[in-house]
């Protein structure tokens, strides 16, 4: 439980940077973060970004001495998970951005998690070493081979300990089978599958198996000019390995049993809300359409973010949203402007905190929002350089909508829609969230921590 929802992410340990500078002073494009996501454990946290690099931090241990810097996470581990690839027979350059970031439980020693760009899934190992075997019969310490006429004795190679080094390995790519981009995985919990979702298709993948997948949901139209909506977001449920859900640029939300049949063209569950014919605009669809779904925990609900609002759904109810929140009511009078400037277009993510009872979600001018759903309280926070000194305190932020505004407030107009905070994450089991924004990455802890 929160106790003192006013508190809630108020006290800040540390702010990362991903690259120096800020997106003011010439940041390159690749630079910006594109996903977060922490381990199942919370002690690695792995951000993604558009140059196609993976960047994992770990969870410093507490000492005796500092007791207070437990929960710094600092640099692990980084690699090139993706590079920049020319489709030749389409003509199209395929980015080598990280799109989604999926850890798998952990095993053993090494750490696996699924990295995805726009068409290719790949594996990745990660793991440390810290000693060295040296004393090979064939070889010589430098790798090479020896003369084996200089073979005169046989060695029992030892370990020797070496300074720690991490390292990353692709252990699986699974390539050639998505058409349009690939927008979600997600790893089902059998552990064994997980899928990849893109615009049009749904493929269920085999951890083993990389050069074949099985189509699960296909919504393509056999005349594309008849196509009416596409998938947005993809995710299976936490504990029934048959049952996932998928949301469409339409802002209707499809739970499938793949015990139905093979094919999962026909849904279990529709979950929509009706329109109300008042508030109908020329943005209505646009602003409606799903940019992320999210199963709580639990698995009993379902989370989904739309341009203004986040709604959770009861599994139980179909026919409307049991909690809707406003998240940026403000700007719609702004969606015009919005519209202009492509910010509309803008895919938000949404989280849940690992007691399901809190939810958060990005906004606009650095912003993010917090809902509790046991007293409907929120908080509007700001990751920002100014504020982002060590056990600095986060002051809750207002938008001011009319003329007057107050000392503390800030004004709809001034908003800087070129700061945006699309990708958050929430430490499973404690209240510590990871915020990116565009090249930068903060972590906040809630100060009753």
Known sequence: SLAGFGNLMQDVLWCFSQVKGTIDIGVTEADIISTVEFNHTGELLATGDKGGRVVIFQREQESKHQPHRRGEYNVYSTFQSHEPEFDYLKSLEIEEKINKIRWLPQQNAAYFLLSTNDKTVKLWKVSE??????GYNLKDEDGRLRDPSMITMLRVPVLRPMDLMVEATPRRV???AH?????SISVNSDYETYMSADDLRINLWNFEITNQSFNIVDIKPANMEELTEVITAAEFHPHHCNTFVYSSSKGTIRLCDMRTSALCDRHAKFFEEPEDPSNRSFFSEIISSISDVKFSHSGRYIMTRDYLTVKVWDLNMENRPMETYQVHDYLRSKLCSLYENDCIFDKFECVWNGSDSVI???????????FD???KRDVTLEAS???SKPRAILKPRKVCV???RRKDEISVDSLDFSKKILHTAWHPSENIIAVAATNNLYIFQDKVN
């Open 360 to 370: 958060m979600t990005g906004s606009y001018n650095n912003f993010f929002r917090m």
């Open 402 to 404: 009319g003329g007057k």
């Open 373 to 375: 759903r046991n007293t």
């Open 174 to 176: 699974f390539a050639n």
């Open 179 to 183: 058409t349009y981009h690939i927008n």
């Open 385 to 387: 350089r100014e504020n």
């Open 129 to 134: 070493r810290d000693k060295r075997p040296e």
